[in-house]
């Protein structure tokens, strides 16, 4: 799989050009957010130090009913920060903070990404494919 997309149509937040290792591990991809009047793109490296961003669509899944607080998932260089969060009528609200560089001399962005609770099954086996091993 080539892509995973958090939305449909034009706007929104993809996840692409995934870079596998010869065993299949994902080594990096690119985040692709696109917004009325804004593209912007930032790679992205997938540590086999700690758990890919598919844990968080795990984890949503499995509280499909809902949960307080939030989930989150964070690269290990602070790259790509992902942050969900549920109300009680099963409303998913996904935050994609990216940045580019370094605080310092990089730029940031925040999109947001808007989920039923009945797509959570259907988005935990999308990120599994696209953040795991090839199959």
Not at 71 to 77: C, F, P, R, T, V
Request: charged share 20%.
């Amino acid at each position: 799989m080539d892509t995973f997309a958090l939305t449909e149509g034009e706007f929104g937040v993809t996840f692409c050009r995934p870079a596998r290792s010869n065993d299949g591990l994902l080594e990096s991809f690119v985040v692709r957010i696109v917004e009325p009047g804004l593209t912007a793109e930032a790679p992205v490296g997938n540590s086999p130090y700690i758990q890919g961003p598919e844990i968080l669509f795990r984890e949503m899944a499995e509280s499909w009913r809902g949960w307080s607080g939030e989930k989150s998932w964070n690269a290990l260089e602070g790259e790509l920060a992902l942050t969900a969060t549920a109300d009680s009528q099963g409303h998913i609200t996904v935050r994609v903070q990216v940045r580019s560089g370094s605080c310092f001399d990089g730029w940031s962005l925040t999109s947001f990404a808007f989920l039923e609770a009945g797509q959570l099954e259907f988005f935990q086996k999308r990120a599994s494919r696209f953040f795991g091993r090839e199959p």
